[in-house]
């Protein structure tokens, strides 16, 4: 279950995965960062979409709505948190993220640390 306001938790269908995304502008202008950016692969080379249910239960109970169409100014960082609804079986282990800038922007493949709390 996500969500810390009750009347907007949301329940996954599989199991949610919520990755936490540092993200820097080192561009000279503004950049838009959305969480459709990053998609999680399987080992299979099935992509996961984020959950927008799971990101409006996140952001109603922190109150903070960063990871959907954010502007970041130059030198600024901030984190994000994405979360997935994935398969009950998926392994953490057998996954790896992949992040695209923009819409025609260069896809690259980001390193995932699990950490459990």
Do not use: H, W
């Not at 969480?35 to 239960?57: I, P």
């Not at 979360?83 to 923009?102: C, F, H, Q, W």
């Amino acid at each position: 279950m996500l969500g810390d306001n009750p009347y907007m938790q949301k329940k996954p269908q599989g199991k949610f995965i919520v990755v936490s995304v540092v993200v820097s502008n080192e561009q000279k202008d503004a950049v838009t960062v959305d969480a459709s950016s990053f998609k999680l692969v399987d080992k299979d080379g099935r992509e996961y979409s984020y959950s927008t249910e799971g990101q409006m239960a996140i952001q109603v109970g922190n109150g903070d709505a960063k990871g959907f169409l954010t502007s970041l100014n130059p030198g600024i960082t901030t984190n994000f948190e994405i979360p997935y609804d994935v398969p009950k079986k998926l392994e953490l282990s057998n996954i790896t993220m992949k992040a695209r800038g923009g819409m025609t922007g260069k896809e690259i493949t980001l390193p995932l640390v699990v950490q459990k709390k």
